[in-house]
């Protein structure tokens, strides 16, 4: 019954506070994939799975996350996401939908993801939604000097947490720094790939350099010994987005 | 037992999405003024009244809430601040206190307040919960004819909604205006007082005309003749901030 199947790249945005993170898991936890899979299956009656772009984890937001799915329904995409969005809840919204080739997936064919972290020297009742807290004024030219060792080719062990499904720990970064935007401290990093967590233990290890509680040669020694200091935690997940994903 | 009595200045900062509004209220209902009676109630053992500058309604939000009490604890007020600070909820903040004059009254001595109101032209998974929404591209221009229309003193009665608290109308409006911030329209508006949801039946009146679904001449009628149009509902909440409270 159903039409020529067709591959559908989709652009989604969500504030991630709610959910267990991108990744569908069984049982009772709410996940993004998990919400899309079920309001897109709901729409076409088919079994969809769907593709990210990156797996965000709990807590992580995303402006610019990527998917693609392949659907034998017919619906014009601007119906679709309409449809799809009135299902989703507020915290989750389809941007876009394009018909993409058969051979898209948004994961293998993604050439780059660029995430960003806010960061706030204060909590606060409003902005700490949706960045991190250095509780106190960090030294951002420190920051920046342990950023700038960043980009490269190299094994980011050190700045991740094990994952039975991650085959190797190289990633080449391609921008890393530190900027001021308004009431945030803002760090971009772009690289071909990401570890698990890697962007919230690399922020972590720099605000504890910037607050003087990490020596930078301490930070240098992780990246090169590719050994974690067993005290330094993820940095807060509410501070982190995937920012946008690159495809050739 | 209790030592001399202070008056304290305090601001705050709320997200106002999870509350019903600044002011207590009787039952089972969530006021920001409620949670931050009870954290000083139990902090000084004292049973304390708070009063705002400003009571904000339910959903919206606060940069610069100014409120006032007096209490007989001797206790520092870096203290108070972080004492309060843990027991109240993340989503409430208390940015600052300080010894007030005896006479000061966070309400009657305030002399202008600001509030700014921040509008989308589409919905965001991300900036929805502090922004209201156009669904579409307004004329700015048009809003800021109408915006220009309002600084003056001049009787405000159409745009607010019945308060039997309310002894006048008049209000004397000193800045009105829509300028672009980032993704967001901002509008700013400026008073000696506000009437009871006025701001955002301003706003959605300036919204409408902006979306060409009401005459300008319509505004300026209502403005004129003290009666809302009855189709004219108030903006959404969430995209409206108490931003600055003055005082001579």
Redesign the interface.
């Known amino acids: 019954m159903a039409g020529t199947m067709r591959t559908i790249k989709m652009e989604i ?3 991630g506070t709610g959910f267990s993170g991108w990744q569908r898991q069984s049982g009772a936890l709410t996940t993004v994939q998990g919400a899309i899979e079920a309001a897109l299956g709901r729409i076409t009656q088919e079994k969809i799975g769907i593709i990210g772009a990156g797996r965000t984890d709990k807590g992580v ?1 995303a ?1 610019g996350q990527v998917a693609s799915f392949t659907t034998g329904s017919p619906m014009p995409l601007g119906r679709l996401i309409h449809s799809c969005n009135s299902l989703l809840p ?4 389809i941007t876009a939908m394009r018909q993409a080739p058969e051979s898209f997936h948004a994961r293998f064919s993604a050439t780059s993801r660029g995430y960003r972290y806010f960061l706030l020297e204060r ?4 902005d ?3 960045a991190g807290c250095s509780y106190g004024k960090p030294d951002v030219a420190a920051m920046n000097r342990l950023a700038a060792m960043l980009p490269g080719t190299r094994d980011f062990a050190a700045f991740s947490k094990e994952d039975s499904d991650q085959q190797s720990t190289i990633c080449t970064v391609t921008e890393a720094r530190w900027c001021r935007s308004g009431r945030y401290h803002v760090f971009r990093i772009k690289a071909n790939r990401f570890l698990r967590s890697m962007v919230r233990f690399l922020v972590a290890g720099m605000i504890e350099a910037g607050m003087g509680r990490l020596e930078e040669e301490e930070f240098v020694g992780m990246l090169e010994s590719c050994r974690r200091l067993p005290n330094l935690k993820p940095a807060d997940a509410a501070g982190l987005f995937l920012w946008k994903v690159g495809y050739d």
């Not at 507020?90 to 919204?93: A, E, P, Y």
């Not at 909590?123 to 409003?126: E, H, K, R, V």
């Open positions: 945005e969500y504030d937001h402006r507020d915290t989750i919204r909590p606060s009742a409003i700490s939604r949706f």
